[in-house]
């Protein structure tokens, strides 16, 4: 017999042939079905935990923004004040300096003495006011090491005294104020030995 006429050679994709492997790959396919659905669900879950976070995050940017934006707000606010009013201690300090000072103006026929009190007055007022808003004298005495931050030399002069890069002359006392220098003090610098 030919194969052509052998019915159990012949394969009709229609007829079943195993009836367990058809079932097993139903089973596979019902259990791949399953996975899917689980991962589907698996993975929409996720998402919604991940979109919650985000928009968490997001509203914390938000806020953080906003506090960063009132902080500096209120910074610039705060500078402004400080550099209106900065002033304002030492211009109280100031004023009774001002007021002795017309006193002392005011009054006619005064004696040479009566005046240089009234002065002498006014320079300690001024002192302490000066004291009070931390304004400093920078007055190098002659000998002392030149300080470039602090004393602005406007000569070196040759001397046998005095020691090289020291001070040979104040001409004009300085001042700091809180540290920094208001002003230089003008001094004469010893060139030492020549």
Do not use: W
Not at 88 to 93: G, P, R, V, Y
């Amino acid at each position: 017999m030919s194969q052509e006429n052998n019915p159990q050679n012949s394969q009709n994709p229609e007829q079943p042939q195993n009836p367990e492997v058809e079932q097993q790959a139903d089973a596979s396919q019902e259990d791949t079905l399953e996975e899917t659905v689980l991962m589907e669900e698996n993975l929409a879950e996720k998402y919604s935990e991940l979109e919650a976070k985000v928009s968490q995050y997001h509203d914390e940017l938000l806020r953080a923004r906003a506090e960063v934006e009132n902080i500096r707000r209120r910074s610039q606010e705060e500078v402004a004040k400080a550099r209106k009013f900065s002033t304002e201690s030492f211009a109280e300090s100031l004023v009774p300096v001002k007021d002795s000072l017309e006193a002392a103006l005011a009054i006619e026929n005064q004696t040479m003495e009566a005046l240089r009190e009234g002065v002498e007055s006014t320079l300690r007022q001024l002192t302490q006011a000066f004291e009070r808003n931390h304004l400093k004298e920078v007055a190098p005495a002659v000998g002392d090491k030149f300080n470039p931050n602090l004393h602005q030399a406007i000569s070196s002069v040759p001397s046998e005294e005095v020691e090289a890069n020291c001070i040979l002359q104040s001409l004009q006392k300085g001042y700091t104020i809180s540290e920094r220098v208001l002003r230089p003090a003008l001094v004469m610098v010893s060139a030492g030995k020549q």
